[in-house]
């Protein structure tokens, strides 16, 4: 007699932009890399994504037994967002329920649009392993209301067959809320990455890096105000690298800059930005709201110190003065304040050793074995 073992399917539900490319359906990149990285502790992945055109940072999924699915997109233009949203919300419904009820495992990548029907759905299927990743900042006093409404339902969420992970630890009395890292590299990286740190050069002169989405939410505006206002002259480059709405109105300012040199480099792939991490010496995010972003960890794997707003878990991983430098707000004036204190103390080599720690925790070796035996408990 033969023992039956059920195949554990895992149902992705997200709103993580897909487009096909020669018959090949590719992803934004770290999406692809975190879910190829648990996808052989299951039989099968469905991955329910939104199709666009195209989108930079895209890559195929290497897992053979991850399947995309595309649903509709939902428009960022405020108006038509709402007639879209009316439009699709029944298709997103109508191929989540699909492939809901055969599945095994739920995964949902919120907050989205998507995300939002999952998480209702987990209030009344009881047998099935859930787990939703709320990547948004979990303290936020004022969050956009599709946000607040997702967190505010995950907070009521007390069901054993459910996990929620966030960014940071925090004073949570639902006993389903885990605090998770958002991995970024695997381990030949991050080793790779730490044997570089020795090699950077602090002592003739020192450059800033941007990575990330060109948008008024990463306080970009506020950044370009403070090289303009004045930074301290050992300061003699500033990289800023991705695209985005401010992409244009940034090459502009770039332009008329004289006290630094400032390069707005537009989309490059992994092993470009690479190449920036290892001579840049300064990763500056001052953004208005974030999680823990993925290229904090990058950055600081080489070496590159981390000075950030003090958000949500940010403060829990990055020590004033210690292994990078806390902006108390994003303003100009405390961006220029900061970036002084951090020439005054004169203490690159030793915060920059200790950035690099950071990445421990950031692996996909790392995550996945959480995933195997703290989420789903396979």
């Given at each position: 007699m033969s023992l039956h073992i059920p195949k554990r399917k895992l149902l992705v539900i997200s709103d993580t932009a897909v487009f096909k490319e020669q018959g090949v359906y590719k992803a934004f990149e770290p999406v692809v890399?975190?879910?190829?990285?648990?996808?052989?502790?299951?039989?099968?992945?469905?991955?329910?994504?939104?199709?666009?055109?195209?989108?930079?940072?895209?890559l195929a999924v290497p897992a053979k037994n991850v399947r995309i699915i595309a649903m509709p997109s939902i428009s960022r233009s405020s108006f038509i967002n709402k007639l879209s949203l009316l439009v699709n919300y029944p298709v997103f419904l109508?191929?989540?329920?699909?492939?809901?009820?055969?599945?095994?495992?739920?995964?949902?990548?919120?907050?989205?649009?998507?995300?939002?029907?999952?998480?209702?759905l987990s209030f009344i299927t009881g047998k099935k392993r859930v787990w939703h990743k709320y990547a948004?900042?979990?303290?936020?006093?004022?969050?956009?209301?599709?946000?607040?409404?997702?967190?505010?339902?995950?907070?009521?969420?007390?069901?054993?067959?459910?996990k929620i992970t966030v960014n940071g630890t925090w004073a949570d009395d639902n006993p389903q809320v885990v605090a998770f890292e958002n991995p970024c590299m695997y381990e030949n990286e991050k080793t790779t990455a730490i044997a570089s740190v020795p090699a950077?050069?602090?002592?003739?002169?020192?450059?800033?890096?941007?990575?990330?989405?060109?948008?008024?939410?990463?306080?970009?505006?506020?950044?370009?105000?403070?090289?303009e206002q004045g930074i301290p002259v050992e300061f003699k480059d500033l990289y800023i690298i991705g695209?985005?709405?401010?992409?244009?109105?940034?090459?502009?300012?770039?332009?008329?800059?004289?006290?630094?040199?400032?390069?707005?480099?537009?989309?490059?792939?992994?092993?470009?930005?690479?190449?920036?991490?290892?001579?840049?010496?300064?990763?500056?995010?001052?953004?208005?709201?974030?999680g823990f972003p993925k290229v904090i960890a990058e950055a600081a794997s080489f070496g590159c110190i981390p000075v950030v707003t003090d958000i949500s878990s940010l403060s829990q991983y990055i020590i004033n003065g210690t292994n990078g430098y806390l902006l108390k707000n994003n303003s100009p004036q405390v961006i220029v304040d900061t970036l002084c204190t951090f020439?005054?103390?004169?203490?690159?080599?030793?915060?920059?050793?200790?950035?690099?720690?950071?990445?421990?925790?950031?692996?996909?070796?790392?995550?996945?074995?959480?995933?195997?035996?703290?989420?789903?408990?396979?």
């Amino acid at each position: 007699m033969s023992l039956h073992i059920p195949k554990r399917k895992l149902l992705v539900i997200s709103d993580t932009a897909v487009f096909k490319e020669q018959g090949v359906y590719k992803a934004f990149e770290p999406v692809v890399r975190e879910l190829n990285s648990i996808a052989s502790l299951f039989d099968e992945v469905i991955w329910l994504g939104c199709m666009i055109d195209k989108k930079d940072r895209a890559l195929a999924v290497p897992a053979k037994n991850v399947r995309i699915i595309a649903m509709p997109s939902i428009s960022r233009s405020s108006f038509i967002n709402k007639l879209s949203l009316l439009v699709n919300y029944p298709v997103f419904l109508f191929t989540i329920l699909r492939y809901y009820f055969s599945a095994t495992d739920i995964h949902t990548r919120a907050p989205s649009h998507p995300a939002l029907l999952g998480i209702l759905l987990s209030f009344i299927t009881g047998k099935k392993r859930v787990w939703h990743k709320y990547a948004g900042n979990w303290v936020e006093s004022r969050p956009p209301f599709i946000y607040g409404l997702q967190r505010s339902l995950l907070k009521k969420l007390r069901r054993k067959n459910v996990k929620i992970t966030v960014n940071g630890t925090w004073a949570d009395d639902n006993p389903q809320v885990v605090a998770f890292e958002n991995p970024c590299m695997y381990e030949n990286e991050k080793t790779t990455a730490i044997a570089s740190v020795p090699a950077k050069e602090f002592g003739k002169g020192l450059s800033l890096l941007f990575v990330g989405n060109l948008s008024k939410a990463k306080g970009l505006l506020h950044l370009m105000e403070a090289v303009e206002q004045g930074i301290p002259v050992e300061f003699k480059d500033l990289y800023i690298i991705g695209n985005g709405p401010l992409y244009n109105e940034l090459k502009e300012r770039a332009a008329g800059i004289q006290n630094i040199n400032v390069e707005v480099l537009g989309h490059l792939n992994r092993d470009q930005i690479n190449v920036y991490y290892k001579k840049c010496h300064c990763f500056i995010l001052p953004s208005f709201s974030e999680g823990f972003p993925k290229v904090i960890a990058e950055a600081a794997s080489f070496g590159c110190i981390p000075v950030v707003t003090d958000i949500s878990s940010l403060s829990q991983y990055i020590i004033n003065g210690t292994n990078g430098y806390l902006l108390k707000n994003n303003s100009p004036q405390v961006i220029v304040d900061t970036l002084c204190t951090f020439v005054q103390n004169n203490n690159y080599r030793l915060l920059s050793n200790n950035a690099a720690m950071l990445a421990e925790k950031f692996t996909y070796e790392y995550f996945r074995q959480r995933i195997e035996f703290e989420i789903f408990n396979l």
